[in-house]
Each structure stands twice: as structure tokens, then as C-alpha cells.
């Protein structure tokens, strides 16, 4: 199967993971040449990029709509580019329907975030001035919205004097375009352009800009009531994956079931950090996302999703929080496995990187080896998304008998190295390369003694990313 993928970013989570993912299967992913493609403030070259889509020859195409209209998910926050020239840049999609009418296009649009944080890296130029504030302002918005609703008193407005007037103008403009965008691509949906549409929230919480502009949408979508279908839930950078695995799936044609597990039920009730859906929750919009069912109580699964569940509280293991006892979702991957049912773990305890105690705790019993798929990075969307899409790939490769072992175990591998070896434990070195493999390649031989790290880069310059190469060592 030939996959193209219009990515969300330049970054490896969004370019590698997602070629990653349809190796597993035997797959081919094809990519946009770098020169295309942003680095980090500079967008990439939006035209192009649609032409690009358009000469494509796929079995299935993958657009993220950041990268379509606006050169990449930095330059939807950042760039001046006005709405009507945005919008016309979606009419590349209606082309590619007209040219390949029975073409599978799926995309997701996503839901522009205010970062609660006073880093601008990726943001417009006065958020190190007033992030925090302009995220609360948009808390503040939310809340506002609601007390219109149902008669209640309206919040105290604590934040407007603290925001310049044109800073406050200039977001909300930019937010506004973005909003226009994700109208549009409801509209791409609904005349049957692409389907499905993702409309997913980058770092949000549970009253913010964000969440109440996906209450709009989906109030629109009732609306339109369309025939294709239309999911909205946090995540970004596994989105690519995601859909990856989406493509497999439904080429594939045969159900996939995966049931949502805990060590700690009452954690899938836990809402994560920078998120604004119970961890649980998401978990199943992310398995419908990737083309597979959720597996209910007493139903026969064929992966079992079993999740670290998130602390209360925005915990960052950077930060050395204090790590949760892990027995019980050892015993619950233990027990699992013992039934004859294969596991993928998501770790998202703490968001940035996986539970180094529950690693040891599942090495200890022999647990880590045969995982389907493991993910601790980001966000807890990003860990679900990327596990669920791994998860997918394995079972659509297993049954049509293109399963690539080496594929799937350098993914494994991967996560494991960077989730947990390196965002958990050498993160606080710095973007160091040098220092970085030192530390790296005893923890990756722990897994895996005949496998050596190459070539680690740190892509936007900070340690938040790196990525590197694995490959077994030479006899």
C-alpha cells in the first residue's frame, strides 16, 4: 500500500512515526521533500505543498490542514496570511476529489492553541510577554460564554487591563482565521471531500479558547449532520500516525478491537494536563481515529490498551515528581498476556516522559519484551494516538501476512529509548548529542544488546525533541 502524507510539521513525530507506523505493515509512506517542508518559525511553501498533493498517485492520502493552508502547525499561529487566501488554499482538497473521485482523503484540522506558558518559540512574538495571560483570557471567555447560557453571573473580568489592546486584537484575529479554517474543513466533510475529519485541541484545559470553539463546531456539525464521519478530541503530533493506521485499516476491510484497560479504573476518569477529556475517553476516540472498534467488557479484543493513568495535577517528569506504585499495572499487563491477549501500554502518568518505576517493574517480570507497543512522550493524547496507531499497524500486518518484525521492533525500541530513556532520565542534560548517546545506549542495551544508536540530532535546537537512528549492530 502507498500512503502520502501531507504532514503537520517538519519534526519526527510527524514525519518519521507516521513511516514508522506503515512499515509495520509492509506499507510505503511518502513525504513532501525537505525543501518543502518548514524548519521551526520558517513556514514551509504552502502552494507547492497542494501541488505536490496533486501529483501524487496513492492508494490513500493524509492531509493535516495546517501544513496545506498555512506551511505548518508553527505558521497557523505566527504568519499574517488572511483568510480568503487560507480558505482558497483548501480548495487544493475539492481539485484532488475531482481528479481521483474514489481516492480515500482523510485530514485533520486542529483547534488553535494558547499555550498556558510564557515560551514563545512557537507562538507570536509577544508571548513571552503574555501567554499566561492570553490563555486565561480565553479560560475567561469560556466561562463567560457558559454564564450566557444558563443565566449564571458572569466571571470577573480580573485579565482585560493586564493584555494590551492590539495584543488582545491581534490573537483573537488569528484565532478567528484559524476558527474559519476548521468551518471550512467541516464543509470539506460534509460535501464528502474528505472523510474522516479529525478536528483535534493542541494544548488546551477544560475551560479555554479552545474548548469552547470545539462546542461551536460541534454544534455546526450537528447541523450538517454529515455522512462522513467527524471526530474532535486532544491530540496533534500522533495525528499523522493516527491516520496512517486509519488507511491500513480500512484498506485491510476485517474489524479491529481493542480494549481500554487500567491498573487504576478511576484514573480513565482523570482529565491529563493540557487536556480537556477524561484520559479514558480519549483513549476510545483514538482507537475510532485509527479505523479500529473498542472492545466492551466481555467482547473478544485483539490488542488490549492498557493505560498508566495520568496523575492528578500538571506533572512533568523533568521535574522528578514522585512516581505512583506501578504493581498494578504490571499485574494487569501480567494478567492480560497470561490470557493470550497482546498488550500496548500507554504510559501517561505524567506528561514528557514515561514511569521510569513501572519500566523497571515490567523488566523485572520480562514484561517489556513483547509488547505490541509502548509510548510515554508528550502529551497524553500524543501517547495514546501513537500506541493505538502501532497497535493497528501490527494487527492489519499479522492478518495480511506483511508484518515487518525488524519494523515494528525498532518502533518499539524507539519509544522505548526516547519515551523513557531519554524524556524521563537524560532530558535535563541538554541538547547535547554527544552526552545524550553516553547516556542513552546502555539503557537501549537493556532492551535490546544487539541494537546501536546513530545519528541523534536535536531538531528545533532545544532538548523538549530529538530524534536518532536505530539499527542492530554488525556482526
Known sequence: MHIALLPLDERPVNTRLPADVAAIAGARLSLPDAGLLPSMRIPGKAGPLGEWLLDQDPDAAVVCVEMLVHG??????????????????????????????????????????????YHGDEEPPYWPRFGRELHAYGGLLHRAHVADLTGAEPPADELTSKIPAEVRTDFELRRLRNHAVNLEALKLLAESVVDPLLITADDTAVHSAGSVEQGWLRHWARALDPAGTLLMYPGADEVGAVLVARALAARHGRPIRI???????????????????????????QILAAGAQVAED?????????????APGRTDWL?????????????????????????????????????????????????????????????????????????????????????????????????????????????????????????LEPILHGFAPDWTIQDITFPWNRSFEIDFTLARRQA
Open 259 to 285: 480494549r481500554v484497560v487500567s491498573g487504576d479504573p478511576a484514573g480513565l476518569d482523570v482529565v491529563a494536563a493540557f487536556e480537556n477529556l477524561p484520559a479514558g475517553a480519549g483513549a476510545r476516540r
Open 319 to 439: 521535574g522528578n515528581p514522585p512516581s505512583p506504585d506501578p504493581a498494578a499495572v504490571a499485574a494487569t499487563v501480567r494478567e492480560i498476556r497470561a490470557a493470550g491477549v497482546p498488550v500496548a501500554l500507554a504510559d501517561v502518568r505524567h506528561t514528557n516522559g514515561g514511569d521510569p518505576d513501572l519500566i523497571k517493574a515490567l523488566s523485572a517480570e520480562g514484561l517489556v519484551e513483547g509488547l505490541v507497543a509502548y509510548g510515554g512522550w508528550n502529551t497524553a493524547g500524543n501517547t495514546i494516538g501513537s500506541v493505538v496507531a502501532a497497535a493497528v499497524a501490527t494487527v492489519v500486518g499479522t492478518r495480511e501476512n506483511t508484518l515487518d518484525r525488524t519494523a515494528a521492533r525498532r518502533l518499539l525500541l524507539h519509544r522505548l529509548t526516547e519515551d523513557y530513556g531519554y524524556q524521563a532520565i537524560v532530558r535535563a542534560t541538554g541538547p547535547d548529542a554527544t552526552a545524550a548517546r553516553e547516556r
Open 72 to 117: 505548518g502547525l508553527v505558521a497557523s499561529r505566527t504568519t499574517g496570511d488572511d483568510t480568503l487566501t487560507v480558505l482558497e488554499r483548501l480548495n487544493v482538497l475539492r481539485r484532488l476529489r475531482r481528479a481521483r473521485p474514489g481516492l480515500p482523503i482523510s485530514a485533520v484540522s486542529l483547534v488553535t492553541r494558547a499555550s498556558d506558558s
Open 298 to 310: 466481555g467482547q473478544d479484543a485483539d490488542v488490549a490498551l492498557v493505560l498508566h493513568t495520568p
